[in-house]
């Protein structure tokens, strides 16, 4: 027996040994211990959990009460304490996934059925749940009639193949909802994928794109979508995404058929399109299946796209989405490389994976923090670039300025005022722009003309007073960034880029540890000149050709030992591995 004398404590699962007793508790009571932001528990005088709950984000999750403890109503005090702990961190509608056994619980603390499965029911409460969603789509509506048609895509990222779907459907339907599935797990945002589904289907006159909720296909509703896995667990969440787009989303558009596309390969989205067939006609739904486009002998895909930009080709990619994708395409990639570039380890001086080089001020998560920052100004020139290309006008030096300042803004925000990749989002930010310009003109992006634009943008800008890189070349007659980018990054198209495609035919396991001291031994390097003085930068240049000419991991580990002490970073040389993995990709 208990009394209600207990208290609520927080249980940090970043703890082993909290998440070791989590774990044992809620197997317990048959359950497993998913992600969570916190959870919290009720232990006995032993220290034994009898009770515990979990939140991620406005989901109460994982919550189980000890056999001997269910009659003292922990269960609610409990419930009560996560719906405020909810409040505190903004949200005002919380929800559970939980089995229907409890669901007179959870009415009773105010929360209603929003779906059923026969193994699970989603249920939440609050002021702006499923009606203010069935709301926004009322209004989005307008006064259309009923007999519409909608499509649910996560596009990642929207291909021709998605283009083909919503073409088939739009000759049969008087209107078509694409509703875009609102989760930002995929490897394009749900901000890109909107805004790439919306610019894809801005020709069609009976397309509505859809803003995406927690209510269609959410990681909130159908969190195994991702795990790509078939289990029970799968369709119990398929029923309930169904369900709700049955009970809720169908109704407010006025939705009479759902369009799908035939799914020859992937396992998961078969058996949902398989669920589908049986479950939505049983609520006056048809469902019409669309086989997939084919090119080339196989069916267009994102998976298909993607894994061309995971093996570095642009020009496969590019082949398999619309136009209006391509900006988006070019800006993961500069991303990527220069993700590609952090994570080259070990390398002499600079971040890695192993340490900080010569930096008391930088490591590998803010880095990265950076990176993410400054990636949706690499879309924003991208878009740029290419809405140049489309009227064949060469973009703006002030235009271009004005978003590389936004971003360098955004890039010291995320790191706390340090100055992470000024250098290369100059570099990067040029190119990206440039090649957007370029898939416009061309089928295949060229060499020449990608220089040719870089030269032209470069041609416009004026020397940065005050800069340890301007400093460097005034002194001692460099070429610093800005000529390299003046000069089309001659070197880098003559000698890097050609010694990189033979690395990576060599070993690609070494191919960017090679390349950068390559460029070391090359690059007049500013960020070592303003460090340790020209003399020694010279010396620099000798030592990676020594190295280079007889490359070893052990000797690379060496030379970061030696820089760290001497306090060298050759953060320059950095950025042009970068920019050549980037051209790599983009020319490929």
């Not at 609520?283 to 299946?289: F, R, S, Y």
Request: one cysteine or more; charged letters at 20%.
């Amino acid at each position: 027996m208990y009394d209600n004398n207990f208290e609520i404590c927080d249980m940090p699962l970043s703890l082993k040994s909290n998440r070791t007793r989590v774990e044992r508790f809620l197997a317990d009571s048959g359950l497993r211990l998913e992600d969570v932001d916190y959870y919290a528990a009720v232990t006995d005088d032993d220290g034994n959990i009898i009770a515990g709950g979990g939140l991620q984000g406005n989901v109460i999750k994982c919550i189980a009460v000890g056999e001997a403890a269910r009659e003292t109503g922990l269960s609610n005090k409990l419930i009560s304490h996560l719906i405020g702990m909810a409040t505190q961190h903004g949200h005002h509608t919380i929800k559970v996934y939980t089995k229907p056994d409890n669901r007179n619980v959870f009415e009773s603390m105010g929360f209603k059925v929003i779906a059923a499965a026969p193994k699970a029911i989603l249920m939440e409460n609050g002021v702006k749940g499923i009606g203010a969603y069935t709301d926004y789509l009322l209004h989005s509506r307008g006064d259309r009639p009923d007999g519409a048609a909608a499509i649910v895509m996560n596009a990642n990222p929207f291909t021709l193949g998605h283009r083909y779907l919503v073409a088939q459907a739009a000759q049969q339907a008087s209107t078509l909802y694409v509703i875009v599935v609102r989760e930002d797990r995929s490897i394009f945002s749900y901000a890109e994928r909107l805004a790439m589904i919306q610019a894809g289907c801005e020709d069609f006159d009976n397309v509505v794109v859809i803003e995406g909720s927690d209510y269609a296909i959410s990681e909130l509703t159908f969190p195994t979508y991702f795990l790509k896995q078939v289990t029970d667990a799968t369709d119990t969440h398929i029923t309930l995404d169904l369900d709700l787009f049955a009970r809720h989303i169908a109704p407010a558009l006025g939705v009479t058929t759902r369009y799908v596309g035939s799914e020859p390969t992937d396992q998961l989205t078969a058996r949902y399109n398989e669920l589908m067939q049986q479950q939505l006609p049983q609520h006056g739904i048809q469902v019409n299946t669309v086989e997939r486009l084919v090119l080339d002998g196989q069916p267009v895909s994102a998976s298909r796209m993607r894994q061309a930009l995971e093996g570095g080709s642009f020009i496969q990619a590019d082949a398999l989405v619309p136009q209006t994708t391509v900006p988006y395409l070019i800006a993961h990639l500069a991303s990527d490389a220069l993700r590609a570039e952090l994570n080259t380890t070990p390398k002499p001086g600079l971040v890695d994976r192993h340490d900080n080089g010569a930096h008391r001020d930088m490591d590998l998560g803010l880095m990265s923090r950076s990176i993410q920052a400054l990636h949706p100004y690499f879309v924003q020139l991208a878009l740029y670039g290419y809405s140049c290309g489309e009227i064949f006008e060469v973009p703006d030096a002030q235009r271009v300025r004005h978003i590389g300042l936004e971003a360098e803004q955004a890039m010291l925000k995320a790191t706390g005022g340090v100055n992470t990749h000024r250098g290369a989002l100059f570099a990067m930010g040029l190119t990206t722009l440039a090649a957007a310009w370029c898939t416009v003109r061309d089928t295949v992006v060229g060499s020449k003309q990608l220089r040719e634009l870089i030269i032209q943008v470069a041609g416009q800008f004026a020397p940065t007073a005050g800069t340890h890189g301007n400093e460097a070349v005034n002194a001692h007659r460099v070429t610093g960034a800005l000529d390299l980018a003046k000069g089309g990054y001659e070197q880098l198209f003559s000698t890097w880029l050609p010694a990189y495609r033979a690395l990576l035919a060599d070993d690609a396991s070494t191919a960017r540890h090679r390349l950068l001291l390559l460029i070391m031994s090359q690059l007049d390097d500013t960020n070592v000149i303003h460090r340790v003085g020209f003399d020694q930068a010279q010396q620099v240049k000798s030592e990676a050709r020594a190295l280079l000419d007889d490359y070893s991991t052990a000797g690379m580990e060496a030379m970061n030992r030696d820089f760290i002490a001497r306090n060298i970073s050759p953060g320059g040389s950095a950025d042009m591995v970068a920019l050549t993995v980037f051209i790599h990709a983009i020319l490929n």
